[in-house]
């Protein structure tokens, strides 16, 4: 919203003193976010009023080229030299004289051009900063006087005010909203625009009815007829309207651009000839069209809400007019339009549509319900003024009834929310500043919840207890501009913003005893890092995916991955599922980073999926907010939410170990992805077995299952080539998936530091030779279980496959570490030690030393 400062003047008594940033930073204060702040014309001087005397055509050059006289009340006139046509001798135009300054610090001087001296320059609405009408000189009103400062005149020199509107406060959509906010800012008084009575009536300014009471409550008509389709809109008008961020367009559109931007209600005008019928209020039907004002002819939805008459739809209420009622160039009977439309069905309809205008944006956030008739009195008043229009005798007026929202609090209610005590005359006098009638006392058929500590309570339930214990209870009446007003916070709120957010105590909350983070958390964290210091990115990937996804990970048509929570309203109408795995998320930034020239990519990411449990209701109720749920409603929530456990998993590709001057580096492979998955393990301080697997989407012959007991908690390995082609992924990626949320239920607690011995390291070498199809895990855990207790660790050195181990068998290397806690090995022991591992391999997996 672009707000200039001379137009809240207008409104405010500001001192003459008070700059746009003061005026700023009092918003700012009061909750409203300043964007920033534009200043017009503080630059420009030297522009005056000049009378076009003699205007001599001068041939010869490529384009038309004038030589003017024009007084501009000195002793003598002056000579300029202007391209432009659109103006004629007698005409009054703003000239800038030799010295003269233009925005944008464009400084005039007397030149020779054309062949003839120019002393100055005539200037058009551009130039002056008021538009980007460049197509012509400026034209200014018959009388004006010659010679007047066109700065002054023009009110060229102003400050613009550009904030951001949340939704919560759409009366701020409007300088009345903005300037009742300064108002109480500087403590000044207000002058509200809407203060106006529009006389009484009683006939019907055209037959209207509104069909659907949950779409529009309120629906006024008034109409004016001999109107001059050759108007001008007033100069100050159109300067108001472009630095407020409008274009201007004709008057009749103008008028009512211009009573939005100030009152903040939306109006319409029809073209009264193209009516047809009464006009009539509703939903759409099905299969009804409309070409609105854009040229688009657009599909209605049943729940859009319509104005109509006999031909059918004739505007898309609240959001953009129908093309065929619009005012044209010869409209001379106009019937203005001014409604209060549902401002959630305005919303719906505006995003259904992607159709955003200023209108929608303000009926969406809330407009007074009071301003139609004001508002549209104020239109043909200025049709008959500016335009010679005739207003017609009577008004249109269908309404719903609507009973005030009436809030019941206790008057040291915002100060407990605040932390601040506020007397209950503060408080009352804030709400009154806002607008809010105050009474004294609950009345108990008034809202009173949203305050017990103990509960949420309606009606006199609540205010009879806080009576009991003596608190003194007001009810307020929140104003017809605030319909955000309907709870006792909101109430709260307004009272701490006006007194001030810098005046709230600045408290530490005190750290309760005993808290931090648990196992689980703490477990992730250290997979993190553990994972970032061997190589990896960790990576955020949207949550979401597509049914292709599953194809492009060949899943089987049964697999469990395939049942997924679709979104309602997705943000990308091409995902809108809630991802069951990490994977696809993964592998398409590993794609975009391979795209962007980074072939040697290691990312990991931890997050949940979103599991649908079986049975589990499709879609979860919808609870409102004004009690706390029942234990069975929050039940029946959780009944409905997936299954989310916490996943890890990592993609990697290219080079692992980079290669330099050092040496040649090494290809990423699935070896890296199942260490990726020991390293997890480890922090947990638990060790995975790991078996050859047949799991989609690795290769069938290089996936590991990763298990922790007889617990499956992911794999790794190897992508199926096809998995690589699908996704456009580099040749021979590797991942892994697995289960954080299986690694910590198997958390025995606060890992304990292990024992160190002191005791030298005795350490043994083993080469055992075993059939190759043998896994090497089966290898290491007959090791582990035959060494014993003394051995400390157990490293794979060396596999060998050829003639000296035969064919069909291959040859597994260890280096055997043995350790004591309480005295130095001797070459005795360790060798039992060794060959109790030896022999128990060999009863396992058929394993014998080699000899050669």
Not at 4 to 13: H, I, K, T
Not at 176 to 200: I, K, L, N, S
Not at 297 to 315: A, F, N, Q
Not at 353 to 370: I, Y
Request: charged content about 25%.
């Amino acid at each position: 919203m672009r707000v200039p400062l001379s137009w809240l003047r207008e409104c405010v008594d500001l001192p003459a003193a008070v700059t746009a940033q003061e005026v700023a930073d009092q918003l700012t204060a009061a909750g409203l976010k300043l964007e920033s702040i534009t200043s017009h014309g503080h630059d420009v001087k030297n522009v005056v009023v000049g009378e076009v005397l003699e205007i001599e055509e001068l041939t010869g050059f490529k384009k038309p080229i004038r030589h003017c006289k024009v007084e501009v009340g000195e002793a003598a006139p002056r000579e300029i030299v202007c391209g432009a046509t659109n103006f004629a001798a007698g005409d009054r135009v703003p000239v800038v004289l030799p010295g003269g300054v233009l925005p944008g610090g464009f400084e005039v001087g007397a030149r020779k051009t054309y062949g003839r001296m120019s002393e100055g320059m005539i200037c058009s609405e551009r130039e002056l900063g008021l538009g980007d009408d460049h197509g012509g000189i400026m034209v200014l009103p018959e009388g004006t006087p010659i010679g007047a400062d066109v700065v002054e005149l023009l009110g060229l020199r102003d400050d613009v005010l550009e904030l951001e509107i949340t939704p919560d406060i759409g009366y701020a959509l409007s300088i009345r909203g903005v300037a009742r906010e300064v108002a109480t800012a500087f403590g000044v008084p207000f002058r509200d625009p809407a203060a106006v009575e529009p006389p009484a009536e009683t006939e019907q300014s055209w037959p209207a009815s509104i069909a659907d009471e949950t779409a529009c409550d309120r629906f006024v008509l008034r109409r004016v007829t001999g109107f001059d389709p050759a108007a001008q809109s007033p100069l100050w008008m159109r300067v108001r309207l472009t630095r407020a961020g409008m274009r201007p367009v004709s008057l009749a559109v103008d008028i009512t651009n211009y009573l939005m931007l100030e009152l903040g209600q939306p109006l319409h005008a029809f073209d009264g000839a193209k009516l047809t019928g009464p006009v009539v209020v509703r939903r759409a039907r099905a299969g009804e069209r409309l070409e609105t004002l854009d040229h688009v002819v657009r599909d209605l939805d049943p729940d859009d809400i319509l104005i109509t008459d006999e031909s059918g739809p004739i505007s898309m209420a609240g959001t953009m007019g129908g093309l065929q009622t619009e005012i044209s160039e010869g409209s001379t009977d106009i019937v203005i339009e001014a409604a209060h439309f549902s401002a959630t069905g305005i919303s719906r309809e505006s995003r259904r549509h992607n159709l955003v205008s200023e209108a929608s944006k303000r009926f969406e956030r809330g407009v007074d319900r009071e301003l139609p008739l004001v508002a549209s009195w104020r239109a043909v008043s200025l049709l008959a003024e500016l335009g010679g229009a005739t207003v017609q005798p009577g008004v249109t007026h269908a309404e719903v009834d609507v009973t005030p929202a009436r809030i019941a609090i206790p008057a040291s209610h915002p100060g407990d929310i605040a932390g601040l005590p506020y007397s209950k005359e503060t408080v009352v006098h804030r709400l009154e500043q806002v607008g809010c009638v105050v009474t004294d006392g609950a009345d108990p058929t008034v809202r009173s919840g949203g305050v017990d500590p103990t509960g949420v309570v309606t009606g006199g339930e609540l205010a009879a207890r806080l009576a009991v214990t003596g608190d003194d209870m007001i009810t307020v009446t929140p104003p017809s501009w605030r319909p955000d007003l309907t709870d006792p916070n909101d109430l709260a709120e307004e009272v701490i913003r006006l007194e001030g957010y810098e005046k709230l105590p600045s408290v530490l909350p005190k750290a309760p005893a005993g808290a931090g983070l648990t196992e689980g958390q703490r477990l992730r964290r250290r997979v993190g890092r553990a994972l970032a210091e061997a190589g990896y990115v960790e990576v955020l990937a949207y949550p979401f995916i597509s049914a292709d996804d599953f194809d492009r990970l060949q899943l089987p048509a049964d697999d469990a991955r395939r049942r997924a929570m679709r979104l309602s309203n997705p943000l990308a109408e091409d995902e809108p599922l809630m991802r069951t795995t990490l994977l696809p998320g993964l592998l398409k930034v590993l794609v975009r980073n391979a795209g962007r020239g980074f072939a040697d990519v290691a990312l990991f990411e931890t997050g949940a999926v979103y599991r649908p449990r079986e049975g589990a209701p499709s879609v979860a109720p919808v609870l409102g907010v004004e009690r706390r749920p029942t234990a069975d409603e929050l039940a029946s929530i959780e009944e409905a939410l997936p299954d989310q456990p916490i996943r890890v998993a990592a993609v990697l590709a290219g080079e692992f170990e980079r290669s330099g001057w050092w040496g040649a580096g090494r290809q990423a492979s699935w070896a890296d992805a199942v260490q990726a998955a020991r390293l997890i393990a480890g922090e947990a301080g638990l060790e995975l077995s790991i078996t050859a697997d047949q799991h989609e989407p690795w290769h069938p012959g290089r996936c590991a299952a990763l298990y922790l007991g007889d617990t499956l908690i992911g794999h790794a390995g190897e992508l199926h080539p096809r998995v690589v082609e699908a996704y456009g992924l580099p040749p021979r990626t590797a991942a892994l998936e697995l289960e954080l949320t299986r690694l910590e239920a198997a958390l025995t607690g606060p890992v304990d530091a292990p024992a160190i011995s002191s005791y030298p390291i005795a350490t043994q070498d083993v080469a055992l030779v075993v059939p190759d199809f043998t896994p090497v895990a089966d290898v290491e855990a007959a090791l582990r279980d035959g060494a014993g207790e003394l051995l400390e660790s157990v490293r794979l050195f060396d596999v060998y496959a050829g003639e000296q181990v035969g064919e069909g068998n291959k040859s597994l290397a260890y280096s055997l570490r043995f350790r004591a806690p309480d005295r130095t090995l001797t070459v005795e022991e360790t060798t039992a030690a060794r060959d109790a591992a030896v022999a128990l391999a060999a009863d396992r997996v058929g394993a014998h030393l080699r000899t050669s």
